[in-house]
């Protein structure tokens, strides 16, 4: 985190205004205990801790924390919700930002999230990752022709190793209930 606290972010629709307020009274009772951050299976890999992005949340500072990779990280294994203290819903705050990510729409926003949607959308359509297509629908997302070409050298080595496999249909279609449901029960912190 920066040593500079701006609050700039003005967000310019209602639906954003909502999934703000409902965000803030979801993580407004954090005290701050650390256990979300010692729970999380990703926190190596967060740029900005849970327990820091609470308090950026309390603090107002949206814009850092959107700008931030820290909540496409996390993998909704719910562990920091179940060992928080005091029981707030801190996998749906996640949730929340990702809604809020999305609404900004912001360059920085789409670029993060560009690698969790394809991963998503390829779970929810493969019932696996198809690591081909998977990168493919990232590179459409991100918009950048560029891009590709970074992944180049990591491609080499992974078809050199037999790591890229074709895509099978076998199950296909076999999560589309699930992600529907879980969007269902996601409309919401």
Known sequence: MSGTMKQTWSPPTDELQ??????KETV?????????????PNE????????????????????????????WFC?????????CPRGLKLT??????KRLASLDGSRQARKNGAFYEAFMDNVETYGR?????????YF???KDPAVPLAFIPMGMKMMARGKLHMPSGRQRGLLKPLFSKAREMEGGI
């Open 18 to 23: 909502s999934v703000l307020a409902e965000l």
């Open 28 to 40: 407004g009772a954090c005290m701050q205990c650390g256990t979300c951050t010692a729970s999380c």
């Open 44 to 71: 190596f890999a967060m740029d900005v801790t849970p327990r820091r992005m609470w308090r950026m949340i309390q603090f107002g500072m949206l814009d850092e924390i959107l700008e931030s990779r820290t909540f």
């Open 75 to 83: 993998s909704s294994c719910y562990m920091c919700t179940l060992r």
């Open 92 to 97: 749906s705050a996640m949730s929340a930002l």
């Open 129 to 137: 990752v198809q690591e081909t297509i998977m990168m493919n629908g």
């Open 140 to 142: 459409l997302k991100r």
